[in-house]
């Protein structure tokens, strides 16, 4: 299982950014895929989630109403876009994916997912 999470950078508060998770074929078709982001110290937070068929989505309360979560199913990705970013969204963002029959489910938690990118780290200058 191969996940890898791109697109990060450093960009200015009220700005968008789109951070993407490339997966291997198999794992892009069977599972769903989450984004989550972390801050040293701190706990892993969720940040949103994507049903395997895509049709499916939900948000941190962090994000709600400022970001998308989206599959393209031409490149085998999963990609995050938040818009309005503000200070506090800087964190190294991770995606993770879960394998599941239940194509219209979605999970929420970090020990839900089995499978982890390396991160890629957005900071959001005020």
């Known amino acids: 299982v191969q996940l890898q999470a791109s697109g990060g950078g450093l960009v200015q508060a009220g700005t968008s950014i789109r951070v993407s998770c490339v997966a291997s074929g198999r794992t892009y078709t069977n599972s769903a895929i989450g984004w989550f982001r972390q801050v040293l110290g701190k706990e892993r937070e969720f940040v949103a989630s994507i049903s395997r068929d895509g049709t499916i989505t939900t948000y941190g309360a962090s994000v709600k109403g400022r970001a998308t979560i989206f599959r393209d199913k031409v490149k085998n990705t999963v990609d995050l876009q938040i818009y309005g970013l503000k200070p506090e969204d800087t964190a190294v963002y991770y995606c993770?994916?879960?394998?599941?029959?239940?194509?219209?489910?979605?999970?929420?938690?970090?020990?839900?997912?089995?499978?982890w990118g390396q991160g890629t780290q957005v900071t959001v200058s005020s």
């Open positions: 993770a994916a879960r394998e599941t029959h239940d194509s219209g489910r979605i999970f929420q938690t970090k020990y839900d997912y089995s499978y």
